[in-house]
Each structure stands twice: as C-alpha cells, then as structure tokens.
T-cell receptor, first 112, second 118 residues
Framework: DQQVKQNSPSLSVQEGRISILNCDYT??????FLWYKKYPAEGPTFLIS?????DKNEDGRFTVFLNKSAKHLSLHIVPSQPGDSAVYFC???????????FGAGTTVTVRA | DTGVSQDPRHKITKRGQNVTFRCDPI?????LYWYRQTLGQGPEFLTY????????KSRLLSDRFSAERPKGSFSTLEIQRTEQGDSAMYLC????????????????FGEGSWLTVV
C-alpha cells in the first residue's frame, strides 16, 4: 500500500521562479517528514525535514510546509536554479522508527 | 570520503546467477538499511541492521535474498538465482541509533548499486 503519494510525476519551471512540490500521506501516525533529492545514477541526498510539531521549516532556498489536518506537505524552492533539476522524493516515518516510506518522486526541470 | 559507499556501482548478470553487493556505512553509524528502487518508484525498505543484528526483513525480501553484517561494520546483500524482476537499484543507507529524527538524526544513502538481469 502506498502510504506516501506524489501525484505530480514532473514539474517544469523557469530559472528564478518558485518550484512547488506536493506530497500527500495516508498514515496519520507519521510524525516526521523528509525530502530527498536524487540525480540520475546517484543515491538520494537528504535535503530538508520537518517534525509534525511544526508547520514550517526553512533552510536557505528550501522551505517545507506541513498541513497535518490535510495530511499534506509541500516543498518550495525559491529561486529555482538549473542545479535544482533532479528527482525529489518525499518520505515519511515515525520519529522513533527506522523505516522511511517514500513517494514515487517528482522530476523537476529548471529551464534557463 | 566519509559517506556511505557501495560496490559495485553497476552489475549486469545473466538470469539464474548469484550476485553480491557490498555496503560500507558511515563509520560511526550503527544502523544500516537496504532499500530497493525500481524505475518510476521511490525506494522501498528491504531490511535493516542494528550493529550485527538483522532486526527486520520486509516481505519484499524473498528467500533468494540474504543480507549480513558481520562484526557490525560493512554489510553484504546477496541475491541467489537472479530473476529479471530483480533488476533495480539497491540502495544502502546508515544512521545512528542513539538519536531520534527530532534531534537532527537522519538517514544517509549511498550512491546505489544498479543490477540488470538479462
């Protein structure tokens, strides 16, 4: 069963504009959420995370928003840069657990 | 390089052959995980170790798969009698067991080992 869903398989955005990636989850027990970035033929690299006790976490150009009532989170990248072109995975877990449940990923293409 | 390293990066094998992948975690990390990723999907959990003990195996891990972590350092993932459906990227990851995500702990992935079964 797919507990984490990324319904947009791809996103194209112009350089300098905002990229918004969405993620939905079904398991209300999840209390920690992570975003990973993945380049082709490489493993995922950790980008940013958020605990369920917060509704926003910001790190430089990256901001993650969490709406627990809607079981929805989003990643904002602003301004988007060509190096941001990659696949972005949303992942969720229980904070005292060890397993991550991943979405299928969203491929972001930043156009010059 | 102090990250998670995996070897080999790419492996092409004939159906029915056995393959083995190796993972060296970040040196102070006592938890080690194996995930599998197929095209168009996110990584899926296979198994994890805390030190040398294998504490959970996913139902995705059939009897043809075996993972070990002798001495709690590096780990190996062996696939026996490979099938075309085994073609995927096998990802190793590691983390600390002593701290939770809330304290800033996270899971770090290696670059993956691509398996193609022909």
């Amino acid at each position: 069963d797919q507990q984490v869903k990324q319904n947009s398989p791809s996103l194209s955005v112009q350089e300098g504009r905002i990229s918004i990636l969405n993620c939905d989850y079904t398991n209300s027990m999840f209390d920690y959420f992570l975003w990973y970035k993945k380049y082709p033929a490489e493993g995922p690299t950790f980008l940013i995370s958020i605990s369920s006790i917060k509704d926003k976490n910001e790190d430089g150009r990256f901001t993650v928003f969490l709406n627990k009532s809607a079981k929805h989170l989003s990643l904002h990248i602003v301004p988007s840069q060509p190096g941001d072109s990659a696949v972005y995975f949303c992942a969720a877990t229980l904070s005292n657990d060890y397993k991550l449940s991943f979405g299928a990923g969203t491929t972001v293409t930043v156009r010059a | 390089d102090t990250g998670v390293s995996q070897d080999p990066r790419h492996k092409i094998t004939k159906r029915g052959q056995n393959v083995t992948f190796r993972c060296d975690p970040i040196s102070e990390h006592n938890r080690l995980y194996w995930y599998r990723q197929t095209l168009g999907q996110g990584p899926e959990f296979l198994t994890y170790f805390q030190n040398e003990a294998q504490l959970e195996k996913s139902r995705l891990l059939s009897d043809r798969f075996s993972a070990e972590r002798p001495k709690g350092s590096f780990s190996t993932l062996e696939i026996q009698r490979t099938e075309q459906g085994d073609s995927a990227m096998y990802l190793c990851a590691s983390s600390l067991a002593e701290s939770t995500f809330h304290s800033g702990n996270t899971i770090y992935f290696g670059e993956g080992s691509w398996l193609t079964v022909v």
